[in-house]
């Protein structure tokens, strides 16, 4: 199975940026889709962004579109999220995801079967 280390998560203020990285395991799977998810307290996990690993397709929520910026660096396994114009309700423990199983629906977190621990993204007002 895939393993896959985020990093990047911290405190920001409201206005400001952070950049989030996702390292997958050495290339021995086929990743169709590399993805963000987060989850609040008390709320369900929700889709953030997506990107097929060719890149030629990028996918958002509603909510961060124009804000955040997905891409993904193959030659170091990478995949990034870059957040600006972050806002309180940005705050979330934040996932990486991939579906290795070419499932291909960027969406819907049952599409993924990798998983990273998650890293905390924290917006003060």
């Known amino acids: 199975q895939v393993q896959l280390v985020e990093s990047g998560g911290g405190l920001v203020q409201a206005g400001g940026s952070l950049r989030l990285s996702c390292a997958a395991s050495a290339r021995t799977f086929t990743i169709y889709l590399m993805g963000w998810f987060r989850q609040a307290p008390g709320k369900e996990r929700e889709f953030v962004a997506a990107?097929?690993?060719?890149?030629?397709?990028?996918y958002y929520a509603d909510s961060v579109k124009g804000r955040f910026t997905i891409s993904r660096d193959n030659a170091k396994n990478t995949v990034y999220l870059q957040m600006n114009s972050l806002k309180p309700e940005d705050t979330a423990v934040y996932y990486c995801?991939?579906?290795?199983?070419?499932?291909?629906?960027?969406?819907?977190?049952?599409?993924?079967?990798?998983w990273g621990q998650g890293t905390q993204v924290t917006v003060s007002s």
């Open positions: 990107i097929n690993w060719s890149g030629s397709n990028t």
């Open positions: 995801a991939a579906d290795t199983r070419g499932v291909g629906i960027p969406r819907s977190s049952y599409a993924y079967n990798g």
